[in-house]
């Protein structure tokens, strides 16, 4: 028998080492929590596959930590199902730290799902000084991705707010380089619009610098002086410490040399008429005969159009210069429409138009000593122009005007600056190639612009059954689904004998219309486990679901004599929808029952045509004998010479904005002009300002 006393002193000594397990394995489980806890706060840098297999082995606090992470890892992995299954699975009682984690994690749902309006309400009701730093990171990343990208004060405040959290300097770059993307997307009126807090010093230095870039954006030394100013009067801004990257090349800029210009158009076969209306204005612009003067058409401007006026083609027939066998210019037979004959009496009512209150950059001064040589594309090969125009000392080209001669010229890989004034299919950066066309694509996405900030939100496309009309509608419907609008609807029309049939059946016209189906609507498939399905419908997909509100026609002026009776006859004072039209019906044509028929419409207009250079308008219409479509070229020709005296800054300096008599020109990255044209609009039997 063994001794009690040897057994309690057993048991003395077993007891440190029992108690010694006990407090390694409190310590283990501690740890363990500690380490969830310090996750949650974090990066989160692990895969969900981790996060889910401590899921699994933990329980509690602990485990509820790794379920948020969990989720939070496969958000980023683009598992959204998932994370919302178990984001349902959630215990309701949590912690406070797990509900500021669960708080940040409903938003971020939101956003995967695209209800950005959903993610904004959410945002509201959270209070980010009660946030971790990363967590912050997140609140304010979460708020930029509501936005989407649109220039709004509530983005450029979270990303101000994020700015100081972020430790890494590409992040940083990253960050400031998206602020001054937000600040150069608004306009000159939404900047002015912004009402800011008095103690918002950092955003008021921003907007300093956004006015700096206004007031100089076509001006590269005033650039560079302004951009330096600014750094010295704000050292403690973000921008001023890393300047934005666009901004950052304007100090590179180098101007192009003008000295020696090509002029490549077609001046022989049916495209000739529009190769010489475009070097007639070219030539003119060159002898100083094009600043935009931003006054009404004068009453004796106006008058210039005379009883022999030709009715001019489409503005698609003259513009879609795809080949080099294009229709020639030619009266054709009266239309049997309602439309009059221009007569000096009936331009008495000029479109009354004015100045933009900030106007950008004027077309560049006369420049005689310039050196102009003129090439004929119908002569020779594109590649063998080329060659030649670089043995004569050329250094800048403008054109050619048809669009297989761009696609050839592009193949030939020239080093010569090039000002196109056409553009290929698809257009590709090219540091040396800048495209300026008069395309109806390019109207059509400045009319759905305009339509937009009208306030417009189920819009209508009536337009001809050809290529015309399919090309005119796949470039509206994109542009407005990037303005954040929904589904575009269309209906097409057919010829001019089938119109008038309509109206003698009394039929009229229904707004209703067939989805348009663009690149940016198609639904995209996804994966759910082994399974391939189709994806839910974006906002982009689903339209306002009320009736149409406004109706953009893209018809010639006999056409729409038509077709604007037929929809009030069809749906009584329009339907409560407000029409729209091209330039395509704005031939010279509107005589005062036309004028009166089109009560309400509106429609675009190039400045010149529109009021904004009397001079040049009268100048061109008599060079063109009044045909309307040869104007517009005439008005190309002129800002093509601008353009080309601006072509450094186009390609160099962001944000590059000229005062043209096409409309009010930018470039985008891949330096593609874009045109902001004029608005006029039926009033009373006559033509007055839309805006």
């Not at 949590?94 to 945002?123: C, T």
């Not at 994020?162 to 890494?168: G, I, M, R, V, W």
């Not at 209150?357 to 077309?363: D, E, F, H, R, S």
């Not at 009030?568 to 395509?584: I, K, V």
């Amino acid at each position: 028998m063994v001794p009690s006393t040897f057994l309690r002193s057993k048991a003395a000594r077993c007891l440190p080492v029992v108690l010694a397990a006990l407090l390694f394995a409190g310590c283990g489980t501690q740890q363990t929590q500690d380490q969830s806890a310090s996750h949650l706060e974090g990066t989160a840098q692990a895969d969900s596959g981790y996060y889910l297999q401590q899921m699994q082995q933990s329980a509690n606090d602990s485990k509820t930590n790794w379920q948020l992470l969990a989720i939070r890892a496969l958000l980023k992995e683009g598992k959204s199902q998932q994370a919302m299954e178990l984001f349902g699975q959630l215990p309701k009682e949590l912690n406070d730290e797990q509900r500021l984690e669960q708080s940040l994690l409903a938003v971020e749902i939101k956003l995967a799902q695209q209800d950005f309006k959903g993610a904004e309400a959410l945002l509201a009701k959270i209070d980010p000084n009660g946030l971790s730093d990363n967590q912050q990171i997140r609140f304010w990343a979460d708020g930029i991705a509501s936005q989407q990208g649109k220039p709004t004060l509530t983005l450029l405040r979270a990303l101000i707010a994020q700015e100081p959290l972020l430790k890494a300097v590409p992040e940083k770059q990253k960050n400031i380089d998206a602020t001054w993307q937000a600040l150069s997307a608004m306009t000159q009126e939404q900047a002015n619009a912004l009402v800011i807090n008095a103690d918002e010093n950092v955003l008021q230095g921003w907007l300093d610098l956004q006015r700096v870039w206004f007031d100089n954006r076509s001006d590269a030394d005033m650039m560079k002086a302004g951009i330096k100013d600014w750094q010295t009067r704000y050292p403690q801004n973000p921008g001023a410490k890393l300047l934005p990257t666009q901004l950052v090349n304007v100090q590179s800029f180098k101007p192009a040399s003008t000295n020696k210009i090509a002029l490549l158009l077609p001046l022989n076969g049916q495209a000739a008429v529009f190769g010489r209306a475009i070097q007639q204005g070219f030539e003119a612009a060159k002898n100083g005969i094009s600043p935009v003067s931003g006054s009404a058409v004068p009453e004796q401007v106006a008058q210039a159009a005379s009883t022999n006026d030709v009715v001019s083609p489409s503005q698609a027939e003259v513009t879609d210069l795809t080949t080099p066998q294009t229709h020639p210019v030619q009266a054709p037979a009266p239309a049997q429409a309602p439309v009059q004959s221009v007569t000096a009496a009936q331009q008495e009512q000029a479109p009354a138009t004015t100045a933009p209150a900030t106007p950008a950059a004027q077309p560049a001064a006369a420049n005689p000593s310039a050196e102009l040589k003129i090439y004929d594309t119908t002569t020779q090969p594109m590649n063998q122009i080329l060659t030649q125009a670089q043995q004569d000392g050329v250094t800048l080209v403008v054109g050619p005007l048809l669009k297989n001669n761009v696609d050839d010229l592009l193949k030939s890989n020239t080093p010569l600056n090039v000002l196109a004034l056409n553009q290929p299919e698809s257009v590709t950066n090219r540091a040396n190639v800048c495209y300026f066309a008069l395309s109806p694509e390019d109207e059509a996405r400045d009319a759905a612009r305009h339509i937009h900030e009208q306030g417009k939100q189920a819009p209508l496309l009536l337009v001809p059954r050809s290529a015309l009309g399919d090309r005119v509608t796949r470039a509206f419907a994109e542009e407005w689904q990037s303005l954040g609008g929904g589904t575009v609807l269309q209906q097409k029309f057919g010829s001019l004998s089938e119109l008038r049939g309509g109206v003698n059946g009394g039929s009229g016209i229904a707004l209703t219309g067939s989805p348009v189906t663009t690149s940016q609507n198609q639904p995209q498939s996804v994966t759910i486990g082994d399974l391939t399905i189709p994806a839910p419908p974006s906002d982009a997909q689903i339209s306002s679901g009320g009736k149409v509100d406004a109706a953009y026609i893209v018809a010639t002026a006999q056409e729409i004599a038509f077709i604007k009776p037929m929809i009030a006859m069809r749906n009584g004072s329009q339907g409560g929808a407000t029409l729209y039209a091209s330039s395509r019906s704005a031939q010279g044509v509107a005589g005062p029952d036309f004028r009166l028929e089109m009560e309400g419409l509106q429609y675009s207009e190039i400045p010149m045509l529109a009021g904004s250079n009397p001079s040049l308008m009268q100048q061109a219409l008599r060079a063109v004998n009044n045909d309307y479509s040869l104007a517009r070229l005439y008005a190309m020709g002129a800002d093509a010479w601008s353009l080309a005296n601006h072509f450094s800054q186009m390609r160099q300096v962001p944000g590059f904005e000229l005062n043209g008599n096409t409309g009010d020109l930018t470039a985008t990255q891949d330096c593609v002009i874009n045109r902001k044209l004029s608005w006029l609009k039926y009033q009373q039997g006559q033509v007055v300002s839309a805006n």
